[in-house]
């Protein structure tokens, strides 16, 4: 570490320098405390009186340091900081990497080379995903299942690994993101509020476990993503609050150093904080192999206190430009994600255009409007019809994710598919459209365990997953559902490759709000997909909209026929353009819509249509029969059908 570019806020490996590090004969200890009095460190090597191991200043540095002899992984220590006032607390390391399992507080050290990779060609062949498929599944590492044994029922991380990764793979998920890892003192805040910004939480194993858990999930090819708290720490007055009995991390003005979650916000106008939040992003992406960190609660470092009416945060936006810019130097295939409510213009631009510098963005809105519009009854829908189209005049200003995240199934919100309008089959009916509309929709997708199997009590992080809803013929179909949905998102090209290009999405039809109804096309190259989606509660046998290309219409997927639950059970039938003009497209198609239904069609292209009406003469395929001819194949239109399938077995569809 360079200590210039420490006090400046242009480090990013402090965690190399301070904290416990493991020599041939003992451990070095460095703590930084500009304005303390003298620190000891104290631990069971000295019964905990830190009398006879003071640290050293280096100068007027504010860095102390010592090394004990004899000291090893596994053992246990704390800094005893005294205050100029004649007060002392004792702390834990801001920078160690282990801990004893809460209430205790000890920081432990730990040998963070113990445990040595093997994701070597995993890490090489990683990218950011712009073009590829994103589908994460959001964990609570404690309460996605729960071991019998044991007090809490926490897995390790390598044992929760060896049972998500299956299911996970089975369900057609890319990535696992984890709520955050970092140790925390409250399981209610479920890590948002941290205390070791440098450290695994001790709940699930330790750093090695941790490492396990990464490369088990890298061999079986999924990333792993990890949330990271940049903007507040937890006031516990055994970590960071007045470290130095000063305010040396959070603001020293009270009404902006606390939070609306009753933490400290960090300043951002302090060097050396900027240095200690920067590093440990890196620490997590560099010595875990985390493939991206999502950044919580951005909008309140982009605002004061979060609050659009105090003001931009100049420092702070100078710190996330500096920390993001960095480490995207440092790793450039890992995502760098914000969580942010905000329209603050330029969030996933690069920092040299003035951006902030982040790969994605949660689409807060997306997720607003749509769940806000499903909780409406469907006729009241149609004055409200464009709230469902909305995103699509903003998505290409950002790289976004859409997120049915944690939030929206906690605190009285109810869970996604208690979201929906009516009783509960009309809820199951919904929530599948909601996911196909989701999923087709551009933008990389989030959803959090349970959300799947259509939990219907909110989340609670001291229960797992209410997997005995998986022996109700309802859930089992939702869950079926999804997996097939989640497998055609990462499997065909339309729904991810060219997210973030324009020219990869068009909407078909857009303004029948009488009908509710919406249609729109995802594209790459050859690959097509239409979109249908029914918000009314009306079922429309005959329904025309226009298309500009001869194509047969095949149905990919739909939530509403039998095998997931529904009750549409038309024949899968081929569906032709048709040679008749709707508003400004010169063909049309004819489809079934069920009732609060969607259906995704498979689109090829063919060189012309199936048949054409023109007075009174139908065009089939080269034979033109009169209305008035009774020859067998004039009476009998699928006789001409079948007899020009059988000339025409091998159909390549053509590009335009």
Not at 130 to 143: F, R, T
Not at 470 to 490: F, T
Not at 528 to 553: C, K, Q, T, W
Request: net charge negative; hydrophobic share 35%; aromatic share 16%.
């Amino acid at each position: 570490m360079n200590i210039h570019d420490f006090y400046i806020g242009k480090s990013f490996d402090a965690y190399t320098y301070f904290g416990s590090h493991i020599e041939e004969d003992g451990v070095t200890f460095r703590v930084y405390a500009p304005k303390a009095e003298k620190v000891e460190l104290i631990g069971d090597f000295n019964g905990w009186n830190g009398s006879g191991h003071v640290m050293e200043q280096d100068g007027l540095s504010g860095i102390y340091s010592i090394k004990i002899p004899g000291m090893k992984a596994g053992d246990l220590y704390k800094y005893r900081v005294y205050h100029k006032d004649g007060t002392s607390k004792d702390r834990f390391d801001p920078y160690g990497n282990g801990s004893e399992v809460r209430p205790r507080t000890a920081t432990r050290v730990v040998d963070l080379d113990a445990y040595q990779f093997t994701d070597q060609e995993w890490m090489e062949k990683r990218t950011k995903n712009y073009d590829s498929p994103v589908n994460i599944y959001e964990v609570h590492a404690g309460s996605w299942r729960k071991n019998q044994e044991g007090e809490n029922g926490w897995y390790r991380y390598d044992q929760l690994a060896e049972r998500l990764i299956p299911y996970v793979k089975e369900m057609g998920y890319t990535h696992v993101e984890f709520l955050p890892l970092a140790e925390h003192p409250s399981d209610e805040s479920w890590g948002y509020q941290v205390s070791g910004f440098f450290c695994p939480t001790s709940r699930y194993g330790d750093a090695v476990d941790l490492k396990k858990m990464v490369d088990l999930f890298h061999k079986e090819g999924i990333g792993v993503i990890m949330d990271f708290v940049p903007v507040h720490f937890v006031k516990n007055d055994y970590c960071l609050l007045q470290f130095d009995g000063t305010a040396l991390y959070e603001y020293p003005e009270p009404e902006i150093g606390y939070s609306e979650w009753g933490t400290c916000n960090f300043n951002y106008y302090r060097g050396d904080v900027c240095t200690f939040l920067q590093s440990a992003a890196d620490f997590w992406l560099s010595v875990f192999h985390f493939d991206g960190i999502r950044m919580d609660a951005i909008s309140n470092v982009i605002y004061w206190q979060g609050d659009y009416s105090k003001g931009v945060n100049a420092g702070a936006i100078t710190f996330i430009q500096t920390m993001n810019q960095g480490l995207q130097e440092r790793h450039p295939t890992a995502m760098l994600i914000a969580e942010d409510s905000t329209n603050y213009p330029k969030v996933t631009a690069p920092v040299e255009y003035d951006g902030l510098g982040f790969d994605y963005k949660w689409d807060m809105g997306w997720m607003n409007d749509t769940l806000n519009y499903f909780k409406l009854h469907p006729y009241d829908r149609k004055y409200n019809y464009h709230k469902l189209s909305f995103s699509m005049t903003y998505f290409y200003r950002e790289h976004y994710i859409l997120p049915l995240s944690h939030d929206e199934v906690v605190h009285g919100k109810a869970t996604i598919i208690q979201k929906m309008w009516g009783h509960y089959d009309l809820k199951f009916q919904q929530v599948k459209t909601l996911y196909a509309y989701m999923f087709t929709h551009p933008g990389k997708k989030l959803n959090f365990m349970g959300n799947e199997i259509g939990m219907f009590r909110e989340w609670d992080q001291s229960k797992e997953c209410d997997w005995m809803l998986l022996d109700y013929p309802k859930h089992q179909l939702l869950k079926k559902y999804l997996m097939e949905l989640n497998h055609l998102y990462i499997t065909q090209p339309a729904f991810y490759d060219g997210d973030y290009n324009s020219e990869h999405f068009r909407w078909l039809e857009v303004n029948a709000k009488e009908e509710r109804v919406y249609i729109y096309e995802r594209f790459s190259g050859d690959n097509r997909y239409v979109i249908i989606l029914n918000m009314s509660d009306n079922e429309y046998p005959s329904f025309r909209f226009g298309y500009d290309h001869p194509a047969v219409f095949q149905e990919a997927l739909s939530g509403e026929r039998t095998e997931y639950g529904g009750y549409f059970s038309d024949v899968k039938e081929d569906i032709w353009t048709e040679k008749r003009g709707y508003k400004w497209y010169d063909y049309s198609v004819t489809v079934h819509i069920p009732a609060l239904g969607a259906i995704i069609y498979k689109v090829d292209w063919k060189e012309e249509c199936r048949c054409q009406e023109d007075d009174k003469v139908f065009e089939l395929f080269g034979l033109k029969v009169q209305e008035d001819d009774h020859s067998a194949d004039a009476a009998d239109e699928s006789a001409i059908i079948a007899k020009y399938n059988r000339m025409n077995k091998d159909v390549t569809p053509k590009d335009d």
